[in-house]
């Protein structure tokens, strides 16, 4: 493939949805060329995990990204520029907004100052259709430091993603947004002599994730827009987050994640129940650089034999409870009751596969203490099933 052609440049151009009000992504270019210590951040799916990228931690597209916004600030790596990758494969922003704070700014000792948000191929499963997806925007936006935030709208081999629901929000609050499908959709129905430059076969490595090109056309993409910004004269930073409506919803903008490492007035464990074990066979990640996989919720309950439900009282508005999916014979399904009332049933095998996957148990009530208990379906005493932590908002 000639990534050095003109015809590549300008399919580059299409992915270009907007770059919005560009004051705080190019104050950001403009401290790190001052050499000035930033942070650029990736939050998404499997995609900015790297899927499809070989080797997974140096050619995928968030490291690729990073590497030319280095040389665009025209620093060398491992400077004063500093690289965070938090994809976690098979989960929407509904569990990003919750992992948000632990991954990304890792627990408060970073703020990042440029972050890029991938959850257009990921957000089908998102329950609030939406409000997730803002809520997380928004919580990015309000951080003290003004960071840029960048929406990239990612696609899979059906041609198909969510940029109308979520390019909204890039609208709303003027954001920069790239669009992968833009950029490349036309092309897979190019001929070869009528300006095609790159085939479906040649970008996507399997139905959902990029080849090494798939994830260089990606970065690239990123890139041009960066380029654009740079060279464009810089807007007045009036974005006040709290001054400006939400557009789909914010129910979960200042939602925390529990967990059994966490300490907090908002909740008490009455009872762990026969939910005592700490799961060790747990979805891994291979964060930032690394090719060693981080364990996704290590602080868990794991329920492994027994009719004692795991009883807490969380005093919260909104409540999600993040459980363990598995494609394991052994494991079982569970109830969550809020206040005697059964709200959820789940099943973690309808996806068949080890990951992390977030359900509502109840939004937008009254603040309150709410008396919250999960137990075995009956039945299913004798069945394995982890809760993985909460994330409530207060």
């Given at each position: 493939?000639?990534?050095?052609?003109?015809?590549?440049?300008?399919?580059?151009?299409?992915?270009?949805?907007?770059?919005?009000?560009?004051?705080?992504?190019?104050?950001?270019?403009?401290?790190?060329?001052?050499?000035?210590?930033?942070?650029?951040?990736?939050?998404?799916?499997?995609?900015?995990?790297?899927?499809?990228?070989?080797?997974?931690?140096?050619?995928?597209?968030?490291?690729?990204?990073?590497?030319?916004?280095?040389?665009?600030?025209?620093?060398?790596?491992?400077?004063?520029?500093?690289?965070?990758?938090?994809?976690?494969?098979?989960?929407?922003?509904?569990?990003?907004?919750?992992?948000?704070?632990?991954?990304?700014?890792?627990?408060?000792?970073?703020?990042?100052?440029?972050?890029?948000?991938?959850?257009?191929?990921?957000?089908?499963?998102?329950?609030?259709?939406?409000?997730?997806?803002?809520?997380?925007?928004?919580?990015?936006?309000?951080?003290?430091?003004?960071?840029?935030?960048?929406?990239?709208?990612?696609?899979?081999?059906?041609?198909?993603?969510?940029?109308?629901?979520?390019?909204?929000?890039?609208?709303?609050?003027?954001?920069?947004?790239?669009?992968?499908?833009?950029?490349?959709?036309?092309?897979?129905?190019?001929?070869?002599?009528?300006?095609?430059?790159?085939?479906?076969?040649?970008?996507?490595?399997?139905?959902?994730?990029?080849?090494?090109?798939?994830?260089?056309?990606?970065?690239?993409?990123?890139?041009?827009?960066?380029?654009?910004?740079?060279?464009?004269?810089?807007?007045?930073?009036?974005?006040?987050?709290?001054?400006?409506?939400?557009?789909?919803?914010?129910?979960?903008?200042?939602?925390?994640?529990?967990?059994?490492?966490?300490?907090?007035?908002?909740?008490?464990?009455?009872?762990?129940?026969?939910?005592?074990?700490?799961?060790?066979?747990?979805?891994?990640?291979?964060?930032?650089?690394?090719?060693?996989?981080?364990?996704?919720?290590?602080?868990?309950?794991?329920?492994?034999?027994?009719?004692?439900?795991?009883?807490?009282?969380?005093?919260?508005?909104?409540?999600?409870?993040?459980?363990?999916?598995?494609?394991?014979?052994?494991?079982?399904?569970?109830?969550?009751?809020?206040?005697?009332?059964?709200?959820?049933?789940?099943?973690?095998?309808?996806?068949?596969?080890?990951?992390c996957n977030p359900l509502i148990c109840f939004q937008n009530r009254e603040r309150r203490t709410w008396h919250v208990e999960v137990r075995m379906q009956p039945?299913?005493?004798?069945?394995?099933?982890?809760?993985?932590?909460?994330?409530?908002?207060?």
């Open positions: 493939m000639d990534f050095a052609c003109a015809a590549y440049q300008e399919m580059l151009q299409k992915s270009l949805v907007q770059t919005g009000n560009n004051a705080r992504l190019k104050t950001a270019l403009e401290r790190a060329k001052r050499g000035e210590e930033i942070t650029i951040a990736f939050i998404g799916g499997s995609i900015t995990q790297g899927a499809g990228a070989v080797p997974i931690n140096t050619k995928c597209y968030a490291w690729q990204t990073f590497e030319g916004f280095c040389r665009l600030a025209g620093k060398g790596v491992d400077e004063n520029i500093h690289y965070i990758k938090a994809g976690v494969g098979g989960t929407p922003s509904e569990l990003g907004m919750i992992r948000y704070e632990r991954d990304v700014c890792r627990d408060g000792a970073v703020a990042p100052d440029i972050v890029v948000v991938e959850f257009a191929v990921n957000d089908e499963g998102d329950e609030t259709k939406g409000v997730c997806y803002e809520s997380l925007v928004r919580r990015i936006l309000a951080a003290e430091n003004r960071p840029a935030v960048i929406l990239l709208f990612s696609v899979f081999a059906n041609d198909w993603n969510l940029q109308e629901r979520l390019c909204v929000v890039g609208a709303q609050y003027y954001l920069p947004m790239v669009s992968t499908r833009d950029c490349v959709v036309e092309q897979f129905y190019k001929k070869a002599n009528a300006g095609r430059v790159v085939t479906k076969n040649q970008f996507f490595y399997d139905c959902f994730h990029p080849t090494n090109i798939g994830h260089k056309i990606m970065a690239d993409g990123l890139l041009h827009m960066m380029q654009v910004v740079d060279q464009s004269p810089m807007d007045e930073d009036t974005l006040e987050v709290s001054a400006v409506p939400a557009v789909i919803g914010d129910t979960f903008e200042r939602v925390w994640l529990y967990d059994r490492s966490s300490q907090t007035d908002a909740v008490r464990i009455v009872s762990v129940g026969d939910f005592s074990e700490t799961d060790e066979e747990l979805q891994g990640v291979e964060m930032d650089r690394d090719l060693t996989q981080t364990k996704m919720f290590p602080y868990n309950w794991k329920h492994v034999k027994g009719a004692a439900p795991f009883v807490m009282e969380v005093n919260a508005v909104s409540l999600v409870m993040v459980n363990k999916d598995s494609g394991a014979p052994d494991t079982g399904c569970a109830q969550v009751f809020v206040d005697g009332e059964e709200v959820l049933l789940v099943d973690p095998r309808q996806n068949g596969w080890t990951h039945g299913d005493e004798d069945k394995e099933f982890t809760i993985l932590g909460f994330g409530g908002v207060s």
